[in-house]
């Protein structure tokens, strides 16, 4: 697991378009004899990107998504035919730090329109237990500091270690939509003939994810427990955004073996926090919140981190399953 550690996101898109200009020229061209017409070609690292372009983009982009269906998007490599298509692209978006060979290859592919959706929002670093009161004024719990210590080790990436910052913001609506104003922006610049369509598309996703955060704001208000525990820590931003307390199990690796301690602690916050669910995901097996339900009495359920969507997700596209994982919540956290 600590091949994959997550890179500080600081030295990021602006030096990868500063250094790589040359190439441009020839990508461009090339792309536009593609079979595609006009439209410009998008390249997007996974889906919650390829999420952002295909609704921003409209019916001026053709976009190919690095990750497929069903593929964990940390644990992908690229074959030589995705890694040219890259250099081929006329738009790049990535979110730094998630995929280690997406980034080297970006860095790579001289292609001038790239961005790093991690430079469009703030990030920050959160451990496998995070806890807020929303934005306006952040508490950080501290219960089970040293345990998060303890088992950070092994964490994919660097969630709550020293400068590494926690790259899951498309799972705050208010965080996404930050970033698709960005997303938004870039379009109009890498294809200004067709500015006017991005910023009606990015307006309408906008409005569309600040009514995402209402219904979670609303939905999420008054609950019996603000606890939820999850096999992958995925769901700082989110966690933080809304007043709850995320206690993940065994640092990010959602398939990891909780060891004895850990499942003990879990056991007591659950009590104590009158926690009821263990959530899991969909792209991973369930054997972790199973085995951790069985140990402690508590209920399964899945929170999807929306990596990718496949035919066992709970809903067609990024606003459905967002809406399925608040269910969810509502439900294990006793909304009144």
Not at 67 to 88: A, F, N, Y
Not at 233 to 258: C, H, K, M, N, V
Not at 264 to 286: C, G, N, P, R, Y
Request: charged share 25%.
């Amino acid at each position: 697991m600590n091949v994959r550690r997550l890179i500080p996101t600081t030295a990021v898109a602006g030096a990868v378009v500063l250094g790589l200009t040359a190439l441009s020229a020839c990508s461009t061209s090339d792309a536009a004899d593609g079979g595609d017409g006009d439209k410009l070609k998008v390249t997007a690292s996974f889906y919650p990107m390829q999420f952002l372009t295909e609704r921003i983009g409209g019916e001026h982009v053709s976009v190919t998504s690095l990750t497929k269906p069903g593929v964990e998007p940390h644990d992908l490599e690229l074959t030589p035919r995705q890694i040219g298509s890259i250099s081929e692209s006329d738009y790049v978006l990535y979110l730094k730090g998630i995929q280690p060979a997406v980034d080297d290859a970006i860095l790579q592919s001289g292609v001038k329109n790239t961005v790093d959706a991690a430079t469009l929002t703030t990030l920050e670093n959160h451990g496998s237990e995070v806890s807020g009161h929303g934005h306006e004024g952040d508490e950080h719990g501290h219960e089970g500091e040293e345990a998060h210590e303890e088992h950070s080790e092994g964490d994919g990436h660097n969630h709550g270690e020293e400068g590494g910052a926690d790259p899951h913001i498309w799972l705050d609506p208010v965080k996404y939509a930050e970033v698709a104003k960005g997303v938004g922006k870039s379009l109009e610049k890498a294809d200004p003939d067709h500015a006017a369509d991005y910023k009606k598309n990015t307006d309408a996703l906008v409005a569309e994810l600040g009514e995402l955060n209402t219904a979670y704001k609303t939905g999420l208000k008054n609950t019996s427990t603000k606890t939820f525990i999850t096999t992958h820590s995925a769901f700082g931003y989110l966690a933080e955004r809304y007043g709850l307390t995320q206690q993940g199990i065994a640092g990010i690796d959602p398939e990891a073996e909780p060891s004895p301690a850990r499942i003990q602690e879990i056991h007591t916050i659950a009590e104590k926090e009158k926690a009821t669910t263990v959530f899991f995901e969909t792209l991973a097996s369930d054997k972790t919140a199973t085995t951790l339900a069985k140990d402690t009495g508590l209920k399964t359920g899945v929170l999807d981190p929306l990596e990718g969507i496949t035919d066992k997700s709970q809903g067609a596209d990024y606003i459905e399953v967002m809406e399925s994982n608040l269910a969810a919540l509502q439900k294990a956290l006793g909304a009144k």
